[in-house]
C-alpha cells in the first residue's frame, strides 16, 4: 500500500486548506484511511477517519465541526478539507490506513500499518 499526501503549506488563522491522500495497492475492499497530526514536542494525533466501505467517517474532538473528510474512489483519493484553521492547528499531517473497518482503536497511531511522508501545515495568527 502506498499514500501519498499533498496540499500542506501556510494558511492565516481563520483559513482554509485542503489536504489529499492518493491511495493505491490496498488487496482488500475494507480498509480504513485516516489522518493523523504531529506537532513539535507533541504525540502522533489522530484525528479524522473513513471506511472504505460505506464511507462512514469519525472526528476527533479537536477538529469536529470544522474538518469534513471525504473520498473520491474514482480516484483513489481521500481528502481532508480544513476550515477555520487555528495556530494550533500547525503540525505535520499524515495518511495512513488499514486493512479492516471498526471503530475500535481508530485514533491509535499503532493500529495502521502504512502511512504517508507527511505534509507540512502551517498557520500563522
Known amino acids: 500500500v502506498q499514500l501519498v499526501e499533498s496540499g500542506g503549506g501556510l494558511v492565516q488563522a481563520g483559513g482554509s486548506l485542503r489536504l489529499s491522500c492518493a491511495a493505491s495497492?490496498?488487496?482488500?475492499?475494507?480498509?480504513?484511511i485516516g489522518w493523523f497530526r504531529q506537532a513539535p514536542g507533541k504525540e502522533r494525533e489522530g484525528i479524522s477517519f473513513?471506511?472504505?466501505?460505506?464511507?462512514?467517517?469519525y472526528y476527533a474532538g479537536s477538529v469536529k465541526g470544522r474538518f469534513t473528510i471525504t473520498s473520491d474512489n474514482a480516484k483513489n483519493t481521500v481528502y481532508l478539507q480544513m476550515n477555520s484553521l487555528k495556530p494550533e492547528d500547525t503540525a505535520v499531517y499524515y495518511c495512513?490506513?488499514?486493512?479492516?473497518?471498526?471503530?475500535?482503536?481508530?485514533?491509535?497511531?499503532?493500529?495502521?500499518?502504512?502511512w504517508g511522508q507527511g505534509t507540512q501545515v502551517t498557520v500563522s495568527s
Open positions: 495512513a490506513a488499514r486493512d479492516y473497518i471498526t471503530t475500535i482503536g481508530i485514533q491509535n497511531r499503532y493500529e495502521y500499518a502504512y
Open positions: 495497492g490496498f488487496t482488500s475492499a475494507e480498509y480504513t
Open positions: 473513513i471506511a472504505s466501505s460505506d464511507g462512514s467517517t
